[in-house]
């Protein structure tokens, strides 16, 4: 199920979801200290953490899945989104260096097709960073926040569709510790639970941060077909068959005359 866009700037509005991009934004910047020169894409609802790199990088762009919507960002400046087809994204081949997914990979009604699009515009040497609710937490069992909707991943799940899509998985973090309760008392915990379950790995944060290089020379099967040896025979004359003469062939064989 997609969430609307206007729903996911709701959430990221109040203090739950202010703490939440906080916490996310502390894992992001762990994998990629910044983007200085280089050409960096979202895809989903990625721009409350864009602005991480907005600054220092030659581009950043937004792209918004058409089912979700599309919102202007930055809001007092040019624009930097737009709405596209997730499968069909409108950049040619090897176009950007980063590609940051949030809200879009377990919304989507094909991430295959999705994985694969992003394999196309991604360059050689760049990275891909995506931000997936994990099925053993806390806040994919609700729907009060946008990381309870769609289909969240397990670790092997992710790892399975980022190799089966032609990428290879290098670092993985965990973020949002913390129930998804917006309480004062718990949001300001919240530095505390994301130590604690750092420290001891636990299992039920609320999303994977796994972070993924492209893989540019992959292994194809070879089937080697088996050769099929086919005798080759020399044609030979059949002889007809001879009929039998009929009392009409007799007559004219008789009424022949015969040479001297």
């Not at 206007?6 to 991009?21: D, H, T």
């Not at 699009?117 to 050689?124: K, S």
């Not at 946008?146 to 397990?154: K, T």
């Not at 718990?186 to 994301?194: C, D, G, K, N, R």
Request: aromatic share 8%.
């Amino acid at each position: 199920m997609t969430i609307d866009v206007i729903e996911l700037r709701n959430f990221y509005s109040n203090r739950l979801g202010v703490m939440a991009r906080r916490l996310i934004n502390r894992g992001i910047v762990g994998h990629w200290p910044n983007a200085h020169g280089l050409r960096v894409l979202g895809l989903g609802y990625s721009t409350p953490y864009l602005g991480l790199f907005r600054k220092d990088s030659d581009r950043c762009l937004a792209f918004m899945p058409a089912a979700q919507g599309v919102l202007k960002w930055p809001t007092a400046r040019p624009t930097l989104s737009t709405l596209v087809e997730e499968c069909s994204l409108p950049l040619p081949d090897a176009a950007v260096d980063r590609i940051l997914i949030v809200h879009a990979l377990e919304m989507s009604d094909d991430p295959d097709g999705l994985m694969r699009e992003l394999w196309r515009v991604l360059a050689p040497s760049g990275r891909l960073m995506a931000i997936v609710p994990n099925r053993g937490g806390v806040w994919a069992r609700t729907d009060t926040t946008p990381f309870g909707h769609g289909r969240p991943y397990s670790r092997s799940q992710i790892a399975d569709l980022l190799r089966r899509c032609w990428f290879t998985p290098v670092n993985w973090s965990d973020a949002l510790f913390l129930p998804p309760v917006g309480h004062q008392w718990m949001l300001q915990s919240a530095p505390a639970w994301e130590r604690i379950g750092a420290a001891m790995s636990l299992p039920f944060a609320g999303v994977h941060i796994v972070e993924a290089t492209k893989e540019v020379v992959r292994a194809m099967p070879v089937r080697r077909e088996r050769t099929r040896l086919i005798p080759a025979l020399q044609p030979v004359l059949v002889p007809s068959r001879m009929e039998q003469p009929t009392e009409a062939d007799s007559a004219t064989v008789k009424a022949l005359p015969r040479p001297r």
